[in-house]
């Protein structure tokens, strides 16, 4: 038989690439001939740029760019000059893990590299950009960013608003220059969140505390955002609100979608369809996915339960495999997959498992017995029919 394995990062442990080549590693141990296909995957987050790399014929591009601080970082970005097409992942410019703990600050963190590293892309020639949502430290509405493009913002006494702190004061801008660099240019959203810009459910609410945010500085971030949909929505006639995932990169997708009549995409179905899965998974007997947590959002249309309907459309059973489970096999029995393990074993704190070296240990030995118990019982299978 064959094996699919595609797996999405284990974040702040494994990627893509890591956790699917300790799984080829556990098969091997039980049959050093199967045949393994490896798949990098991602669904607009950290990886983005791996996972589309053979399907769009990608080379790298290094930008020296700011980070959500301000600092210079070297930024990379994947782009087919002879196609006129990039990937940019918004982590690779003001990604949180990129900023250590105690220097998170969500008031001041801006995505002013994001803006960059869309600019560097349309004078190198791209006419088409996917823009992966995923993993940022900000929360400024795109704000940084729109001013790296070319934005200018005033506030009331016709002052130039450069310092997000300020977004509330802004009351009229000037898109001249930015829609000039972004005319003829297509923006493509890749996400795997629906957030509204605003609200309870919003950039703010949902994703401002993990990037630093104190309660407090949720209530300021939120209503900074509402100011700034209001501008937008003067300025363009789009309402971000409205805007499906308007809210994801802490409000970059909504920016994007009003000053760049940006279209939005689910990362999984874009990864999967580029990259011929559709397709291709009726050719393989057993396919496994995962990711670093299994559990309800992974039902919500994630890319490991994708990949599991592909599975169930063709027949092909689709096991998973995360760094935890916590989705009872009842559930998980209305769904595509055929089952969900977790690659901890015995007692061990978060921390301990998420080392990588650690997980990929962990991970190699849980494919293994997977692998082995479904070979015994395709074999069983073949017994008794003969």
């Known amino acids: 038989m064959s ?9 702040g442990s494994l990627t ?11 098969i091997r141990m039980v049959n050093p001939n199967e045949r393994i296909d490896l798949l990098t995957v991602a669904d607009g987050g950290e990886g983005t740029v791996s996972a589309l790399r053979h399907a769009l014929q990608l080379e790298n591009r290094e930008l020296e760019v700011l980070d959500s601080r301000k600092k210079q970082v070297m930024a990379m970005y994947g782009i087919n000059r002879q196609h006129q097409t990039a990937v940019i992942e918004v982590s690779a410019a003001c990604g949180l893990p990129q900023v250590p703990i105690e220097e998170r600050n969500a008031r001041l963190a801006t995505s002013y590299g994001v803006g960059q590293l869309i600019l560097d892309a349309i004078k190198e020639g791209s006419r ?72 309870e459910t919003g950039a703010a609410y949902v994703y401002a505390p993990q990037k630093g945010a104190t309660q407090e500085d949720v209530l300021l971030l939120d209503e900074r955002l509402k100011h ?13 609100q409205l805007c499906v995932g308007s809210g994801a990169a802490g409000g970059i997708a909504g920016a994007l979608y009003a000053y760049a009549g940006a279209k939005y995409t689910s ?4 990864v999967l369809s580029l990259n011929d899965v559709p397709e ?9 996915s995962g990711e670093g947590k299994i559990d309800e959002q992974t039902l919500n249309g994630k890319l490991p339960l994708m990949i599991g309907k592909l599975g169930a459309k063709e027949q092909i059973p689709v ?14 029995q209305h769904t595509s997959v055929l089952a969900a393990h977790s690659i901890a074993s015995g007692p061990m704190s978060l921390e301990e498992l998420m080392k990588p070296k650690v997980a990929y240990e962990h991970l190699k ?8 118990t479904f070979q015994a019982r395709k074999e069983g299978n073949n017994d008794s029919k003969s």
């Open 3 to 11: 094996v699919l394995v595609a797996l999405d990062s284990f974040k």
């Open 16 to 26: 893509s690439e890591q956790a699917n080549q300790a799984v080829k590693d556990g």
């Open 128 to 199: 088409t950009i996917y823009v992966g949502l995923g993993g940022s430290a900000t929360t400024d509405g795109g704000f940084g960013m729109l001013r790296a493009l070319g934005g200018i913002f005033f506030d009331a006494k016709q002052k130039e608003v450069t310092n997000v702190e300020n977004l509330h004061s802004v009351v009229r801008s000037d898109l001249c220059e930015l829609k000039k660099r972004l005319e003829d240019t297509e923006i493509v959203l890749v996400c795997d969140v629906e957030n509204p810009f605003y609200g």
């Open 228 to 240: 700034f949909a209001k501008l937008m929505e003067r300025d363009t006639g789009v309402d971000v």
């Open 267 to 270: 990362g999984a179905e874009l």
């Open 280 to 288: 291709r998974i009726a050719n393989y007997a057993l396919v496994i």
């Open 319 to 332: 096991v998973l495999l995360g760094g935890s489970v916590n989705i009872s096999f009842e559930k998980l």
């Open 365 to 372: 030995q849980t494919a293994a017995h997977c692998y082995a």
